[in-house]
């Protein structure tokens, strides 16, 4: 969750050596940081159910499925091929993939290898009380809420046949809800707006359950977000905020426990909060088991707008007004995202240097590009801001380190330059030294090593951490104990830009070999919440 009120223990002012961002972002960007541990033999199930015959849609249904199975495939691993993906699943697929009360095991049993897969389950629909028995069901999109005994999926039933599986482990995640009541208003005809208690939930058996709400409360839905609040919240602490300060000991891997204190702390807040309801996160497992390992510079998938929101995009957008371009270009400098051809309009992204996007064509007789962008949909952006990109081949025969080595002396030069520029010539000397000192010897292995793939992935991962979660003034440090290497991240200052984006100045050091150096960087933040570090 970005919360910047509580960056400002103790604001920093501006450091005469910012600028030694430039080294740290080559380093950054040169390792593979959304490469997931491969877990080939790994299963998982995902359902999103959200258009129904006889009840009411559940709007965020399909989001939370494809943010779901985006965490599956790229932060746990697993391979596409055994991803079953189900959208407005039947009764009839449910049976098939989970089995029946009896007979034969559904098709996810055979997709296993026994004692070496993971299986993973997440389903986001209704859940429904049958009236009769109260028992607790998954609803099917050709169900009927008031006959769950006959056309629902028993929760009882989903236990028992995940609970025999041949796994390695099983994780089922529930998005939905059995007291039924949805936020669009009552599932059942009899309901009346009352909320039906159903009997107590059958006992899991060693499955590791994470479920949205109570038994009694209603699951709500994220309108700004548009996901499920429990998904949209799980998502958020799995992808790193549960492992930080207060909840987790920021240790790069996210437990039961740690997920637990930060939905009771986040999610249960804004439900109360947003919607006087109150909503409790259910989980069941080990408190110490651990659910993710994070994965440096893993981003969340985010729905798009909707078709609406782009139709009200400020005029003009017609073909009459647009000149197509239909391309890809890349920022010459920091570019905004405009909702309006105007430099007084609101901002939707910042565009770091070198950043591609799209770029739908140009407004005529105006000094404006349309572009496009996951996440904000539509928007523009000034015109010598963006450029063609750059297919400039590296200079033959050069070899790897030499190439570090070229990268680090032009960061170095820029830095100096800008430095300078801003602060004088001593301290643009002193900001391209400190580049070369720090970042040179990483690339060409001098002073006793050279900083790997893993301790890179580590450097940054905590860099990230420490952006989003903690405090001015505040340290987190990270180590490799198989290399023997180190370093820790500090926030010093949060600041906002004219353009609305949160940034921060750090101070980022590193231990190599004995060898003890440090840089200081501004990084802004993403509306994806991933921090990018820029030249101020």
Known sequence: MFRPDIWRRSAAGPTVTALVVLAILTLATSAPLLAAGSNADAVAVIIGNRSYDQAPEVKFAHNDAEAVKHLVLEVLGYRAANVIDLR?????????????????????????????????????????????NRRRYLLPVDGDPNLAEITGYPLARLFTNLGRLKARSVTLVLDACFSGQTPAGPLLASASGVLLAPRPAPKPGGLRILSAAAADQIASWDEDTRQGLFTEHLLAGLYGL????????????VTLAELGRYLDDEMSYQAKRRFSRRQKAM???PADGVLVRLVPGARRWRPGRPAAAVRRAPQPTDELAIEPIERHLVAGAEAVVRKAPSAGADSLALLLPGESVYVAGRLRERNWYLVEGGGWGRGYVFVPRLQERSHTPAPSGRTGNESGQTIVAAAAAAARKVASDLYGPEAGRLVGRGIEILWGGLFRGERGGELGQDDRQRM????????????????????????????????????????????RDFRQTVQLGGQHGEAFGTACRRPDGHWRIIAK
Request: charged share 20%; proline share 6%; with cysteine.
């Open 88 to 132: 407005d699943a039947t009764l009839a697929q449910m049976v098939a993939h989970f089995g029946a009360d009896k007979g034969p095991a559904g098709k996810l049993a055979n997709w296993l290898r026994p004692g070496r897969s993971d299986v993973f389950v997440f389903y986001s629909g209704h859940g429904v009380p049958g009236l009769e």
């Open 460 to 503: 940054v991962r905590n860099l990230q951490l420490a952006l989003e979660l903690d405090p001015s003034g505040s340290e987190r440090r990270w180590f490799n104990s198989a290399s023997g290497n180190g370093g820790a991240a500090r926030p010093l200052r949060t600041f906002r830009t004219a353009a609305g984006i949160h940034c």
């Open 283 to 285: 989980l069941v497992g």
């Open 242 to 253: 549960a492992d930080g300060n207060p909840y987790g000991d920021g240790d790069g891997a």
